[in-house]
């Protein structure tokens, strides 16, 4: 398949202000390139992360969810990415009961000054969601509906 | 303690130094009312922590941890960054000092440069980074780092090939600011200051003139800090773990231990550079995670000095995880054919060995900068003999010269942490004698009335950058602007070519008020960066500060998808979507005001909280001092000297007449605390004494409440009187019970109760007491017969003089293994004690009339206490920290903070500059009337809330309660916004103020409307 017609996945991604949301940064002033393929929402710490917000991202028709906080033991709120780690392993296990391929859903720890892992997880996750093509489990489409 | 000042003293503070320490005193100082002139030698502040890969013992990212703190020093409105620029001369005495700065050309306008790059990557000339230790390169037009503050490009003119042959101007020519002037001269400036804190660090050991390092000759044996610069994702190989001869992979790696420390041989250095140890064992550590294959990671060293807290447990961590230790000094390093390395050595038991290793990596020592050392000359600071600036004991950031304070690597080899803790020290002790100055020279930033626009329709406002051509070289901003003209609430949009700039903020400010907006959107850089500057703006305006989002259009954007223009256009209008739909949802926040009561309790009546008290005092602030005991001087009353030679008791009779005498200082003996109630500014103390209860109001609480000494069950402890602990010898001796010179025959034990399986940590002290107390019976005594039975020395920085002179004097010492550990036993009336010397291989047998035992310091584990204040305790049982590098007196709880043995062992000069430390934090709470707390804050919507406790379970800061209905309700004032709490509740009821789910589900269901 040429690079044109290659499956574009859409993917929603939440990064801690902390961590990931400076690694994405510095791999901007670092020049680091990356697809184009997620839209970006901040929030304040992985902790803030609510199950709900992955749901109504597989809802709304996107291909792939990513969150990204702290490395364990740097959260900026002493813990909240532990929670987020908990909370996800039993979101990911629901997920796959109702068809939502685990690939879909990326969770990484990536600090403000790794740019270059921030850019090969990217890359990762794009290539993984690419690889399964679209997400229509979950869309609600009125005209399928009806 | 500061000599009187006849008219007021002037409320600025110069801190000459940029590095972590320089940025902490500068911190502390315009957080508590002064302000403070920062002179940086170099282009930009950071210092060596800047450089750094990781730090020990946590492994934290060491950029990471120090970047906020950089921007909050750029960015402060009491603090003025002079870089380039040195120090000449000062005039003039305590509380008015003229300081004469020389500032050298920077050759590019600060206003103007917007950091954008385009001189440096135009500058054809390349010349050998210093950062990154000569490893890269980097251009005559440069920036010192990526994340540099201020973040500010310069010219190099000694390497500029305009300034050097007249002709280029590449910079100048592509600068799209006009911000290179090749017209800027050197400036001398003078500035008036109360008192000058230096705190200009070390100079990294440079083994290259010494030919038995070979580092000069063998590409593959490279120095510590070049070693980080190797490992830092920033640095030249991006991280990767390269050799430089080759930039092959390296599958050996040895450290060389005391390259330039502990040397009398040679023309480097006698004392200890106090760090080496510990780096060395994290760059081992990360240097194999970062290894594709099974690194070989082998330290050479004499002892393993990892005295701090959680240092053992990283030594002994990496032992277990497969790093070698071995016990030896280099004394030859041969090149290989094919830029691999011969080690020779002699192991401790005499055998000659020689290993091949792949690389070299040298731990050099800590030095006094000759500059640094020129400037202390010229300024009268008198040095020691290792040539940093010379302090005592009891005021251990006080310099010769009154007026002018140290902290940091200047005053001797040490870590972050004890860097941190002594700036704040020297922030306190520099503003101890300015307190009537306080207040006068710093600037409170206006104040303009807030339209209250609730219940008016969104306006929102959309100003794209073009960030010159950082945006609108990739992405088409007429069509971004044009988008966002047609998205719902959008009732203005404008296209900057600098959003930042100082005039493009005025016009801003005149916009949103002649068009009424009260939602603003700003597509540009980040809003790490600049979401202050913009909330400042629209503060400006008069509208409130929340009411606000920032896209991210360029280092999410522009900057990452430079070759797909019509991708990066659509994601810019992707991104302006989602923040036009969250901030037409935004409400104005109110920031909770709390008032503050400048009056503190200390806990603890031993030499920290006693200081504590006095510097609180000297700042002007009520303090009360609760001590369990019925006298003050805590453990400091059994000890007998300082490792400088200091006569301890003296020193705490003085002390305590000093506290007693001070009026603003009440003394509560024989009293402990019951309760406590309230948070930062307001807490309500209940103490209980001899007297009944009493009720203390105060702002902030110090917790100095020491340590107790291990009574061990071995070694005939408490069975033969001539066992005894080091303290007790020290007790025996001021109470005149012992007579050290009818010691014939003594014998020391160390690690008594230390670096066991029930107490993995170091004791810290015990090696030094050791070797005084070993000198002060050789003083008595000199024909006695004294040894010490170690496992590693630890006499760490200039204590290894000590060290060096007992060893001179005849003290034997021997090492034991803790498998082989030395037993007493007696035989008739003998006292003897038997250890197995692994230089002989064989059990020697001593006999000793005093036995002294080394015991550990143990925790009061005061859980009680750790609960009321909701501190943690860590494994140990010592208070653990806000954070172990760069919030060493802190807590997470705001409005608390310890010093002394309660944090984790330490010396007597390091408890008394904790204690300052801790009233320097502590100022920056007591010198505001009020605090203004985040708006970005959780609440709860109690109709939905069943009382199930999940929120209070999870909240990190203790921020939840049940009300007398047995609902959740959140303290605004302990709140810190992370919203754990609302993603973690079943019933849907606390929501996160600025990042509410309504926000988040906004921004999710349009961002794929594209």
Request: glycine share 8%.
């Amino acid at each position: 398949m040429s690079e044109e017609n290659k499956f574009q996945p859409r993917i929603a991604a939440f990064f801690c202000n902390w961590c990931t949301y400076g690694g994405a940064d510095l791999a901007g002033v670092s020049r680091l390139q990356y697809p184009p393929n997620f839209r970006v929402i901040r929030i304040p710490c992985t902790g803030r992360m609510s199950p709900k917000f992955i749901m109504q991202a597989f809802r709304q028709g996107a291909d792939g969810v990513w969150v990204s906080g702290c490395h364990p033991g740097d959260c900026h709120y002493i813990a909240g990415n532990m929670f987020a780690r908990r909370r996800f392993t039993i979101l990911k296990n629901l997920l796959e009961y109702v068809g939502i391929e685990p690939n879909r859903l990326h969770f990484s720890w990536i600090s403000s000054a790794e740019a270059t892992k921030f850019q090969q997880t990217a890359i990762e996750v794009i290539e993984s969601v690419r690889a399964l093509g679209p997400a229509s489990r979950m869309v609600k489409d009125i005209r399928r509906v009806a | 303690m500061t000599q009187k000042i006849t008219s007021r003293p002037v409320g600025a503070v110069m801190v000459v130094g940029g590095g972590i320490a320089a940025i902490q005193a500068s911190l502390d100082l315009a957080d508590s009312g002064y302000y403070v002139y920062m002179v940086e030698k170099s282009s930009a502040i950071g210092g060596v922590m800047s450089q750094l890969d990781k730090t020990f013992p946590t492994n934290d990212c060491s950029m990471c941890i120090l970047s906020p703190k950089l921007v909050e020093a750029g960015r402060h409105p009491n603090i003025k960054l002079i870089t380039m620029a040195e120090v000449q001369d000062v005039q003039g005495a305590e509380g008015d000092l003229t300081v004469k700065v020389l500032q050298k050309a920077r050759y590019v306008d600060l206003n103007k440069c917007i950091a954008c790059g385009a001189c440096a990557a135009k500058c054809p000339k390349r010349i050998p980074d210093e950062f990154n230790q000569g490893l890269g390169k980097r251009k005559a037009a440069y920036v010192k780092y990526p994340q540099a503050v201020p973040l500010k490009y310069g010219i190099d003119a000694d390497n500029c090939i305009y300034f050097q042959k007249g002709k280029c101007k590449a910079c100048q020519k592509f600068c799209p600011a006009g911000a290179v002037d090749y017209d800027q001269q050197d400036q001398e400036l003078e500035i008036n200051v109360g008192a000058v804190i230096l705190a200009a660090g070390f100079k990294p050991y440079d083994p290259t003139p010494y030919p038995q390092y070979a580092y000069a000759n063998f590409p593959n044996v490279v120095t510590a800090l070049e070693f980080e610069r190797i490992l830092s994702a920033s640095g030249p190989w991006m991280g990767h773990l390269v050799r430089p001869g080759d930039e092959a992979e390296p599958k050996k790696i040895a450290w060389l231990q005391c390259v330039g420390s502990r040397d009398l041989n040679h023309c480097d250095h006698p004392y200890c550079s106090s760090v080496c140890c510990m780096y060395a064992i994290k760059e081992a550590v990360i240097a194999r995670e970062h290894s594709h294959t099974d690194l070989d990671a082998a330290i050479f060293f004499m002892d393993m000095r990892t005295y701090g807290k959680d240092f053992e447990r990283t030594y002994v961590k990496a032992q277990e995880d497969g790093v070698r230790f071995i016990r030896s000094r280099i004394h030859s390093i041969s090149e290989l054919e094919g830029g691999s390395l011969r080690l020779e050595y002699v192991t401790e038991k005499g055998q000659a060995k020689s290993e091949d290793f792949d690389m070299v990596v040298l731990s050099q020592g800590l030095e006094m900068n000759p500059e640094v050392a020129d400037l202390c000359r010229r300024l009268g600071v008198e040095q020691n003999q290792s040539r940093f600036a010379a302090t005592d004991s009891f005021a251990p950031v006080a310099t010769s010269r009154p007026g002018i304070y140290v902290c940091g690597a200047l005053a001797g080899p040490k870590d972050i942490p004890l860097s941190v803790m002594e700036a704040s020290a020297a922030a306190c002790a520099a503003s101890s004698g300015l307190a009537a100055g306080r207040g006068t020279l710093i600037t409170e930033p206006e104040k303009v009335p807030q339209r209250d626009v609730r219940g008016e329709t969104p306006r929102v406002g959309v100003f794209v950058c073009s960030c010159g051509i950082n945006i609108a070289g990739v992405v088409d901003v007429k069509a971004v602007m044009d988008y966002a003209a047609t998205l719902p609430n959008v009732v203005y949009v404008e296209n900057n070519l600098f959003t930042c700039s100082q005039d493009t903020q005025d016009k801003m400010t005149e916009v949103i008020k002649e068009q009424g907006l009260n939602r603003m959107v700003v597509a540009a850089c980040s809003p790490r960066t600049h979401e202050p500057l913009f909330q400042e703006t629209l503060q400006a305006a008069g509208i409130n500060k929340y009411l606000f989002d920032l896209a991210n259009i360029r280092n999410q954007d522009s900057w990452v998808h430079a070759d797909d223009p019509v991708a990066a256009t659509e994601k810019a209008k992707d991104q302006v979507r989602m923040a036009v739909a969250k901030a037409s949802l935004l409400e104005p926040l109110t920031e909770a005001k709390l008032s503050i009561l400048p009056k503190a309790m200390v806990i603890g009546g031993g030499v920290s909280g006693m200081n504590a008290a006095l510097n609180l005092a000297a700042q002007g602030y009520e303090t009360h001092i609760v001590e369990r005991d019925n006298a003050m001087g805590g453990n400091a009353r059994m000890l007998r000297t300082t490792a400088l030679g200091e006569d301890v008791q003296e020193y705490l009779t003085g002390l305590v007449a000093k506290v007693e005498a001070e009026p603003l200082i009440t003394v509560h003996l024989g009293t402990v605390i019951k309760n406590v109630d309230g948070f930062v500014g307001n807490f309500k103390t209940t103490l209980v004494g001899d007297s009944g209860e009493e009720l203390l109001e105060h702002g902030v609480a110090l917790i100095c409440t020491g340590a107790g000494e291990y009574k061990p069950a071995e070694y005939l402890y408490g069975q033969d009187p001539r066992v005894m602990t080091h303290l007790e010898i020290d007790q025996a001796v001021l109470g005149g019970e012992l007579d050290l010179s009818e010691v014939n025959k003594a014998v020391f034990i160390q690690c008594v109760g230390s670096r066991d399986p029930e107490r993995p940590y170091c004791s810290k002290v015990c090696c030094t007491h050791s070797v005084e107390s070993a000198l002060a019976i050789k003083e008595a005594n000199p024909e006695a017969q004294v040894a010490i039975i170690y496992r590693d020395m630890r006499t760490y920085g200039d204590r290894e003089r000590l060290y060096q002179q007992a060893r001179s004097k005849g003290v034997i010492f021997v090492r034991y293994d803790p498998d082989t550990k030395p037993e007493v036993v007696t035989e008739g009336d003998s006292l003897l004690v038997k250890a197995q010397d692994p230089i002989l291989g064989r059990t020697i047998v001593l006999e000793a009339d005093l036995v002294g035992l080394a015991t550990a310091i143990v925790s009061h584990k005061d859980e009680h206490l750790a609960q009321m204040f909701k501190i943690p305790l860590d494994q140990d049982g010592w208070f653990l920290e806000a954070h172990v590098k760069l919030r060493p007196v802190d807590f997470a709880t705001d409005g608390v903070f310890m010093a002394g043995l309660a944090h984790y062992p330490k010396p007597l000069e390091e408890a008394v500059s904790q204690a300052q430390a801790a009233v320097s934090r502590a100022a920056t709470v007591l010198s505001r009337t009020e605090m203004m707390l985040p708006g970005t804050v959780a609440w709860i919507d109690q109709r939905k809330c069943v009382g199930c406790g999940v929120c209070w379970t999870v909240c990190p800061f203790q921020a939840i309660t049940q009300d007398e209905n047995g609902l959740a309700v959140v303290n605004e004032a302990l709140c810190k916004g992370c919203g754990t709490c609302v993603a973690s509740c079943r019933s849907g009821a606390p929501n996160l103020r600025g990042f509410s789910n309504q926000d988040v589900l906004a921004q999710i269901s349009v961002m794929l409307q594209g």
